[in-house]
């Protein structure tokens, strides 16, 4: 979330990247574009533990690097953008007065870290903020909070031209109420409203591992960040030797901040298996949206509570199917060498995608990537290799006996 002490022209094309460590801390580095009439604070609440201390917050300067996300974005994929969204303003009170909390310099900033909302009034006065919004956000009342002092763009003679600017990443360290979450701020608090909705136009990345990065299902780097990003100047920010993870989130959204939890319950031994026939890769992306309906929110709903008895469906029960059915099915062992297939709907297809595959006939040696799914599982991943490729029919049956393997697995 941010909260601004004054009113703001524009904020639009918010980055915000995230990087656990294994000690319990999250990294976290946060950019905008912004217009801005005066010298402002802005606040974003952070989950610490109840009772941290004032030094419990480790500021980190990145006026050095103020292309860091510019350069964290190259790893990607060029098909990401986004587009200004409305302004997002705030406001908060001060608590009865106590010893004063240290203010840092942070390149273009200054910063400090506020333990508690009522330690606002230990705050230097350039950052207190008007009363008034406290009892909307009980959401984060127990929270700390990292406070920025902004500066406004010099305009040209006679106050006019644009105050756009676009300030270099604000960073910082921080501990973690719940080490096994990645949060990123992203509740709006507009004119000291809270509303249900809010516009976003987001950029959020992160680096995550085990069983998060290995069912999270955002966009991948391309390569190892230390290829694009670097490293010395990112001051421990990012680690070179792994990629990274992206979503944009933009346009009407739910307005809360957003957090990355892994489904409990899984190993990573639990998300894939290969046999000698076939192999499966358990997918739970839907585990991490919040924003399904309909008939989506039972796939969130299994991915979050019930993976535990889909990976044991995937590795015992195909292990199950693969031995009743080989003969039945032409099923043979799974080698790298065989011609890669994928259905397309209900119809084969040879090659990996769409984009590059084509119709297919049945017979001859082959590897197939099914993908089923049912009312309650989102599509799982499930490879046979094939002495000799089914037919239409055959394909129905698989796919149903596939179906049904996953519905009684939740039931």
Known sequence: MCCFSRPVRFVGKTRIFARGLPEGDQLLAYAMDLDIDEELAMVLPIPVPQGSADDSVTFVDLQGYASFFEDLESAFPPDYSTSPQPKSRGLMRSAPAKPKLVVHDVGLFEASFVPTREDFSRLDARFRLPEGVWEKLPRVASFGFAVFRLKPKKRGFLGLGSGMQSVHPMAFRFPRRDPSALFFPTLHVHDGE????????????C?????????????????????????????????GARGA?????????????????????????DLSG??????????????????????????????????????????????????????????????????????????????????????????????????????????????????????????????????????????
């Not at 955002?218 to 990012?238: H, I, K, M, N, Q």
């Open 245 to 269: 993870f992206r979503l944009g989130l933009n346009g009407a959204r739910p307005n809360e901040d957003f957090v990355l939890r892994a489904p409990a319950g899984l190993a990573l031994d």
């Open 207 to 239: 680096q995550a591992d085990g069983v998060l990065g290995a069912t999270l299902g955002w966009a991948t780097s391309d390569s190892p960040l230390g290829e694009s990003v670097a490293v010395d100047r990112a001051r421990g920010l990012v680690d």
């Open 194 to 205: 809270v509303e249900a909705t809010a516009a976003f136009d987001h950029g959020l990345y």
């Open 274 to 411: 290969r046999e000698e026939c076939h192999a499966f890769r358990l997918m739970a992306t839907y585990a991490y949206d919040d924003t399904v309906h309909n008939a989506r929110v039972a796939w969130r709903d299994t991915a979050r509570t019930k993976l535990p008895a889909l990976a044991i469906a995937l590795r015992e029960g195909l292990r199950a199917l693969v031995a009743e059915r080989r003969a039945e099915w032409h099923l043979a062992p799974l080698r790298d060498g065989l011609p890669a297939h994928f259905m397309n709907g209900p119809q084969l297809w040879t090659g990996t995608t769409y984009m590059d595959g084509a119709p297919a006939s049945p017979g001859g040696p082959g590897r197939l990537v099914m993908r089923p799914f049912t009312d309650h599982v989102e599509p799982q991943e499930v490879t046979f290799g094939f002495a000799a490729l089914p037919d239409r029919a055959r394909l129905d049956e698989i796919s149903a006996t596939l179906r049904a393997l996953l519905e009684r697995a939740v039931a």
